[in-house]
């Protein structure tokens, strides 16, 4: 016979604190505490439970998942097995997926000037093409690696031209005007 539940007499007790509580996002060690079980327990919980998200690593849950399970575990006639049950149904917790880029020796020194043509700068845009995502986020690697070094000359082609003012006193629109006059030619 299975071990039964060892918080199952206090889950109307559970519910009420995940009710009251501010907390929109439950961490393992959430769990831990609010369940008073040691960290296996936990994360099996967790996966029992179900809507794991994985932030930066961190497993978290929803509250709203957290209170509709405690929901089916009051109205269920058999608390250990109510668990039991959505533990086996449960779907894996999600696993981020590791990004191995690294850039070629003579590419740590890259600068505004030496990136490629699919790397586009002009003010107020920035556009990145390219034939799949791992292109892309090579590229954007670059970019990134460019910003490290040249962070200076990204920002002029990145930020918008200043404003002219126009100037208010006729004489020196004439004058300004012939500069330009001047420079067309």
Do not use: C
């Not at 002009?122 to 990134?144: F, M, V």
């Not at 962070?151 to 200043?162: E, F, K």
Request: aromatic residues 4%; without cysteine; positive net charge.
């Amino acid at each position: 016979m299975p071990k039964p539940v060892s918080w199952s007499y206090r889950t109307h007790e559970i519910r009420e604190r995940v009710q009251h509580s501010k907390t929109q996002t439950w961490t393992r060690r959430d769990i831990e505490d609010l369940f008073e079980v040691k960290r296996a327990t936990a994360q099996t919980l967790m996966k029992a439970i179900g809507g794991v998200q994985n932030i930066g690593g961190t497993h978290l849950l929803d509250r709203e998942a957290l209170l509709e399970f405690l929901e089916q575990t009051i109205a269920a006639d058999d608390v250990s097995g109510a668990v039991r049950s959505r533990r086996q149904e449960a779907a894996p917790s999600p696993q981020p997926r590791r990004l191995t880029i690294s850039l070629p020796n003579d590419l740590k020194s890259v600068m505004a000037a030496d990136l490629p043509s699919n790397i586009e700068l002009s003010p107020g845009r920035l556009t990145i093409s390219g034939k799949g995502s791992e292109g892309i986020i090579n590229d954007l690697y670059l970019l990134a690696q460019a910003m490290q070094n040249d962070l200076g000359s990204i920002q002029a082609r990145l930020d918008p031209m200043p404003e002219r003012k126009e100037v208010g006193d006729p004489e020196l629109q004439r004058l300004f005007a012939g500069l330009a006059r001047r420079e067309r030619k």
